[in-house]
């Protein structure tokens, strides 16, 4: 049982470019999280949907933007790729606040 | 602020040697904890909670809110223990939770 699954698994992009990164969820899951783990660093929250709607940030700018749709799906867009945008991107879905997260497998973007 | 540190990057013990992964932490409010584990090519996944006071794979850990600590321990280890496993606070703001990472710990079990 995996629950969250992300696409795609690996992605190679130029400084500059934009990028969409893909989240499908579990039915239950009306929350969903985006995390980037830097290489030899933990997961740092990035922002979290809930019921179609942003409603937490953590310290990325605005060229870090989201979706989430009512089939459970999501998205993370970021416009203007930079060399420290290299990644890996972690999707976190949820049942609610008192609920665990469960994490996918993650998108291991690279920036060149 | 709100931190989660864990001093080691690496942990490397024998087969059978107790295990103690240290997590510290940096909250005002009342905290809740986790242990997150990762095996090798495997995804992000829940070890423990410290609210459930449960005993997973023969790990525990004991909040410590004198010491602001979360330490993960085990008394013997096992090879397939070998992991990297994150510490991490749950942190409520402004009617939403995230989660605040520490940068991890490698576990490495020989045996």
């Known amino acids: 049982e995996t629950g969250v699954t992300q696409s795609p698994t690996h992605l190679i992009k130029t400084r500059g470019q934009q990028v969409t990164l893909r989240c499908s969820s579990q039915?239950?899951?009306?929350?969903v999280s985006w995390y980037q783990q830097a290489l030899g660093q933990g997961p740092q929250f990035i922002f979290q949907?809930?019921?179609?709607?942003?409603?937490g940030r953590g310290n990325f700018p605005p060229r870090f933007s989201g979706l989430q749709f009512p089939n459970y799906s999501s998205e993370l867009n970021v416009n203007a790729l930079e060399l420290d945008d290299s990644a890996l991107y972690l999707c976190?879905?949820?049942?609610?606040?008192?609920?665990?997260?469960?994490f996918g497998s993650g998108t291991r973007l690279t920036v060149v | 602020a709100q931190r989660v540190t864990q001093p080691e990057k690496l942990l490397s013990v024998f087969k059978g040697a107790p295990v103690e992964l240290k997590c510290n932490y940096s909250?005002?409010?009342?905290?809740?904890l986790f242990w997150y584990v990762q095996y090798s090519r495997q995804r992000l996944q829940l070890l423990l909670r410290?609210?459930s006071r449960e005993s997973i794979k023969g790990f525990t850990a004991d909040l410590n809110k004198g010491e602001t600590s979360f330490h993960l321990k085990k008394p013997f280890a096992q090879e397939e223990d070998s992991a990297m496993y994150y510490c991490?606070?749950?942190?409520?703001?402004?009617?939403?939770?995230?989660?605040?990472f520490g940068a991890g710990t490698r576990l490495a079990v020989h045996p």
């Open positions: 909250y005002s409010g009342s905290p809740e």
């Open positions: 976190a879905g949820s049942g609610g606040a008192n609920y665990g997260y469960t």
């Open positions: 991490a606070l749950k942190v409520p703001s402004g009617g939403y939770n995230k989660l605040i």
């Open positions: 410290h609210i």
């Open positions: 039915s239950g899951h009306n929350t």
């Open positions: 949907y809930y019921r179609e709607e942003e409603n």
